[in-house]
């Protein structure tokens, strides 16, 4: 699984997304994916699909326009995922502070006992008032369990912290991943 938001389907750095091109100390900062959901109680995409949107909607998260679009999640073997929808945002105003991201809808799977899983990723981050970054970490502050969903680790070292002499991955330190109940 790619553990970041891509602006084209090539598996190489130069393809992650970056944060419309704002600089950190000269550098880029690239958009990681930060949260996964892992569902093994699903039986059909649609179904996991409406738990996705069950859970963002009762951690205060709705759907809204003002963002760029376009985006991709890899789930390896050349699977890719386009961006769902827009933009999810805690905010409807995207000329306010506000926690922001997007996610790689139910990638279908199966479990080596032969039973399907559906994996969606997102990439979150805050936002301030004039477009400009805030955080990747604090915006995961956001993402709490839920009756269908329970945190199964925030702290998995994924390799996907970079500080080199283009690219930073600035404030990130973590994933949280999610599974159902």
């Known amino acids: 699984m790619g553990l970041w938001m891509f602006k084209e389907k090539k598996y190489e750095k130069k393809s992650i997304a970056n944060w419309i091109d704002v600089q950190h100390e000269g550098k880029f900062i690239l958009e990681p994916i ?22 963002l909607e009762t951690n205060k998260f709705i759907h809204r326009s003002g963002s760029s679009i376009g985006y991709f999640g890899y789930f390896g073997s050349s699977n890719w995922v386009s961006q769902f929808r827009e933009t999810w945002s805690d905010k409807q105003n995207p000329n306010t502070i506000n926690n922001h991201g997007r996610i790689f809808l139910n990638f279908e799977t199966t479990a080596s006992n032969g039973q399907k899983v559906f994996i969606t990723s997102g990439a979150f981050s805050i936002e301030n008032e004039k477009h400009l970054f805030v955080s990747f970490d604090k915006a995961l502050d956001a993402f709490n369990n839920t009756q269908t969903w329970q945190l199964y680790s925030e702290n998995l070292n994924v390799h996907q912290i970079l500080n080199d002499y283009t690219y930073t991955t600035f404030d990130h330190k973590r994933v949280k991943i999610f599974t159902t109940r």
């Open 34 to 55: 930060n949260v996964i959901w892992v569902d093994f109680k699903a039986t059909s995409k649609n179904e996991a699909k409406q738990k996705i949107l069950t859970y």
